[in-house]
């Protein structure tokens, strides 16, 4: 089954596969910044892009799960959030350069390859002064079974990203 199809079936339910608070580190990544332009990459049911727009910020969401944006548009509009949801596969999408003062993947796994796509297209869209927030679960997670993917290929360790960003201004 191809990822848009498995994504689209796992957000097919009623209820939200996660919480519709934002995780707790990417909360306090932000406690001081000031809104501005922010972009969720793989925003899938939209909990982050929610919250960021709950906080004063202008955001973009993209996702390839129609069934994801769909709910994420819902629950912003029973809330009143003004988010811009975009359907696209972040592999493959062009984020306008140099354009967010924030960019967040927030559980993203992807294989090294779809990474080796997304990754550059993502912090190349972070303004001057900007900030990119990658937050993803540790390979123990799986082994210690506190989430993350069945497939832990899919999950960098802090080595493979840190060697990743070093090629990024």
């Not at 406690?31 to 910020?57: F, I, N, Q, Y």
């Not at 969401?61 to 629950?75: P, Q, W």
């Not at 949801?85 to 993203?108: E, G, K, Q």
């Amino acid at each position: 089954m191809k990822e848009k199809e498995r994504w689209n079936k796992r957000y097919a339910g009623r209820e939200l596969n996660w919480s519709s608070s934002p995780n707790s580190l990417f909360e306090s990544l932000l406690v001081e910044e000031t809104p501005g332009r922010a972009l969720d990459v793989a925003c899938g049911e939209g909990r982050h892009a929610l919250w960021l727009a709950s906080k004063g910020w202008q955001v973009d969401a993209v996702d390839f799960s129609e069934i994801g944006l769909a709910k994420a548009r819902a629950l912003g509009a029973r809330q009143n959030l003004d988010v811009n949801w975009i359907i696209a596969d972040v592999c493959v999408h062009n984020f306008s350069p140099r354009h967010y003062d924030l960019v967040a993947a927030i559980f993203l796994h992807t294989s090294i390859g779809e990474r080796r796509q997304w990754l550059p297209n993502a912090i190349n869209s972070v303004a001057p002064g900007g900030l990119f927030a990658y937050i993803a679960h540790d390979p123990s997670n799986v082994e210690m079974g506190v989430g993350g993917p069945k497939d832990v290929s899919l999950i960098p360790s802090v080595e493979e990203i840190t060697k990743e960003l070093k090629d990024f201004d």
